[in-house]
């Protein structure tokens, strides 16, 4: 038998492959970025071996949900979710994105949820990429382009619907940013800056995303009672375009949602059977933003983040600031802004059956620009595999990797990824399926998970849990910027 030569040995590690729940024992060996050889292996040598008798490895996570377009460049160890063996971001979501951005003033809501006007200086997205190259960031990272980014630029009153020379030139931006390399478009339609805008508006730019394959994704118009409207919107700009489409971190927000999962998920599978419809959820009963004073209820608990005018009051709860103040909830909020808020509106069984829903992705939705973040920015992916299936037994473990892997790399067309296969790009995570575990809680967000035993990106170890945090910025950083056009490569 002839000996074959490989970079790394992966050995013995338990496999899961959905539909099936059983994992099957196999060794990957991984040369040059890619995986070379599944299965038996034992005519292989290599120069590293790893046996992973009594562990999984999964292909690395891909969080379809984050803000981490100018994390990528602040702090490219990305320990945050390296940590937690994610190894490809999706960036640009609820309509904000760090490129295209070329105005000087002060980032309007939400879009300062990314970083400061220092830092955001993208005119186009080839600027970022060249940047993100430069930084050599530790996870890959594909972006779509934000609709509230796009509006910033050239809407002059955003509480309004842009005009159409205002909507020609963001078609322009749209374009052009799409020529370049993005995955699509995102909206937030929630937010102030971008519930002006007209499904006119919204429709004449998912159309430019259409030539180039694109993905729509959005943060609805409401997460609240009118939930079910705001799909049927999401719908149909989606069939307008002919597009696939995402819906952003599903939920039913607010105490007199609370129950009504299965309506919405019923809703959402009636319409799958006659469009390309996708979501994603993060495994948390609270949501995470700016301060908003539409959310401000007695109902809800609102813990505050951060506050630009009242620094002193962050990490309060906001019905404990308003007694302090002497003034109702919705006074103090209003004080406090521009903040950031936790927000206590879910209700746990429908977080759950959101996350048991077959078709839902994995996605964080963490802010790292926030100095008191939600846990989830450090703990969703382990949250799901120790809290919710191992311990709750609300999804298979197969069916968990499944919506951190595959099912994201097929909906959002990242090829060679996704799946442990010969010929693939080597994103793998090795963990310990009985230990693996979320340590992040609201007190203490910026925990590291236990249970990650290493991860890989591109073929080249990028952490180990076994390591000190710090010792981190030993191991190799090979992210690299997943342009649409160019096949991943």
């Excluded at 030569?5 to 099957?24: D, F, G, L, T």
């Excluded at 608990?301 to 630009?308: G, R, V």
């Amino acid at each position: 038998m002839k000996t074959m030569y490989a970079q790394s040995i992966i050995r013995n590690a338990a496999v899961y492959q959905w539909p099936s729940e059983q994992p099957q024992i196999m060794d990957v060996a991984i040369d040059k970025g890619l995986i070379v050889a599944v299965g038996d292996c034992s005519q292989y040598q290599a120069q590293q071996n790893f046996d992973a008798t009594g562990l999984v490895l999964a292909p690395g996570f891909i969080d379809v949900h984050t803000h981490d377009d100018l994390e990528v460049l602040r702090s490219p160890h990305m320990l945050s979710k390296i940590s937690q063996g994610v190894t490809t971001v999706i960036a640009g979501n609820c309509g904000i994105s760090a490129a295209p951005y070329f105005q000087a003033c002060a980032p309007v809501d939400p879009i300062n949820l990314l970083g400061t006007k220092e830092q955001l200086i993208y005119p186009e997205l080839g600027d970022y990429q060249r940047a993100f190259t430069l930084a050599a960031p530790s996870v890959n990272l594909a972006m779509l382009v934000g609709h509230t980014s796009l509006r910033a630029q050239v809407v002059e009153d955003l509480s309004q619907p842009a005009n159409p020379d205002e909507i020609a030139q963001m078609k322009a931006l749209l374009t052009q940013a799409m020529e370049q390399g993005a995955l699509g478009l995102s909206t937030g339609l929630a937010y102030h800056n971008a519930k002006g805008s007209s499904i006119y508006e919204v429709n004449a730019l998912a159309e430019v995303i259409k030539p180039f394959d694109g993905i729509y994704t959005t943060h609805l118009r409401t997460e609240f009672h009118g939930i079910l409207d705001a799909m049927d919107e999401a719908f149909a700009t989606a069939q307008h375009a002919d597009v696939p489409l995402v819906i952003s971190h599903i939920k039913c927000a607010g105490k007199e949602n609370w129950g009504r999962a299965p309506e919405v998920l019923a809703h959402l599978n009636k319409q799958r059977k006659h469009q390309d419809i996708g979501c994603d959820c993060y495994p948390y009963a609270a949501s995470s933003s700016t301060l908003d004073l539409n959310q401000v209820t007695k109902e809800t608990d609102i813990f505050i983040t951060w506050s630009e005018t009242h620094p002193e009051m962050a990490q309060k709860n906001l019905q404990e600031i308003a007694a302090k103040w002497q003034m109702s909830l919705i006074d103090a909020a209003r004080r406090l802004q521009p903040a950031g808020a936790v927000y206590h509106c879910m209700l746990e069984d429908d977080v759950k059956q959101f996350l048991s829903y077959e078709h839902s992705m994995i996605g964080s939705d963490g802010l790292p620009c926030d100095p008191h973040p939600h846990p989830r920015l450090w703990g969703t992916f382990p949250r799901v595999l120790g809290h919710y299936s191992h311990r709750e037994q609300t999804l298979p473990l197969a069916l968990a990797i499944h919506k951190m892997t595959a099912l994201p790399a097929k909906q959002f067309k990242l090829e060679k990824r996704g799946q442990i296969k010969v010929g693939n790009f080597a994103d793998l995570v090795l963990f310990d399926p009985t230990m693996v575990c979320d340590q992040a809680t609201y007190s203490q967000p910026h925990l590291p998970a236990i249970g990650i035993d290493r991860v890989w990106v591109n073929g080249k170890l990028s952490y180990a849990g076994d390591a000190d945090l710090a010792s981190v910025v030993d191991y190799g950083r090979a992210g690299r910027f997943l342009n649409r056009t160019s096949k991943n490569n």
